[in-house]
């Protein structure tokens, strides 16, 4: 049986060699997160997207922001056709889905804002209703929540702000169908809805005042 003694003793070597394997655990160097396990690679970019390149439109030089004053001659040789730029009359549409056409003066002040027009030369309700589908897409985000029907403030108020994309027929163009925006015009055989979306994601909301 242990005297007193030898318990005190055999109480501190252990209280000892605790306090030595504590220390050396702790002493040991901790790895990070990221030198336990190999460096995640860095996300690449696929080659190409698959809704394929950015649909631009061939781009066009600026012909100027003039506006024409009541009664000035609107005979303007546009170098575009629809036009893209140049001079214009500063009146807005009424509506983002049109029956009729828009003059070329009302285009270019419409695309000058920042808005972009998609027209057709055909007589085709499947195209125009296409595109209108399209269209509405973006111009539901420039009405009230809920409403079907815009007011005529509410469709030039998109407009003023570079917000609209309306749809219109345009029989003067040699092109089915036409999409422009300032100083950009792409045109189409049929209604391409990714290359449309490329295109007005591209270009809408970039007035040029």
């Known amino acids: 049986m242990l005297n007193a003694a030898a318990v005190k003793h055999r109480l501190a070597l252990l209280v000892l060699v605790t306090a030595v394997v504590a220390g050396c655990a702790n002493s040991r160097p901790t790895a990070s997160?990221?030198?336990?396990?190999?460096p995640a690679p860095p996300s690449a970019a696929p080659a190409s997207s698959p809704a394929g390149p950015a649909f631009l439109g061939t781009s066009y030089p600026s012909q100027g922001h003039t506006h024409l004053t009541p009664g000035e001659p609107d005979d303007f040789i546009y170098n575009s056709n629809p036009p893209t730029s140049g001079p214009h009359r500063e009146i807005f549409n009424n509506a983002?889905?049109?029956a009729?056409?828009?003059?070329?003066?009302?285009?270019?002040?419409?695309?000058?804002?920042?808005?972009?027009l998609l027209q057709y030369s055909c007589i085709c309700p499947d195209v125009a209703a296409a595109l209108g589908q399209i269209?509405?897409?973006y111009d539901k985000l420039a009405m009230p929540?809920?409403?079907?029907?815009p007011s005529t403030a509410e469709v030039q108020n998109a407009e003023e702000q570079g917000r609209a994309v309306i749809v219109a027929p345009y029989p003067h163009m040699k092109s089915r169908i036409a999409v422009s925006a300032w100083t950009h015009l792409g045109t189409l055989s049929a209604v391409d809805k990714q290359k449309i979306e490329s295109f007005i994601n591209a270009h809408l909301g970039n007035p040029t005042e």
């Open 33 to 38: 997160p990221s030198a336990s396990s190999s």
């Open 96 to 98: 983002f889905l049109s």
């Open 100 to 116: 009729t056409s828009l003059p070329s003066y009302v285009q270019v002040h419409l695309l000058e804002h920042g808005n972009v």
């Open 135 to 137: 269209a509405m897409q």
């Open 145 to 149: 929540s809920g409403e079907l029907q």
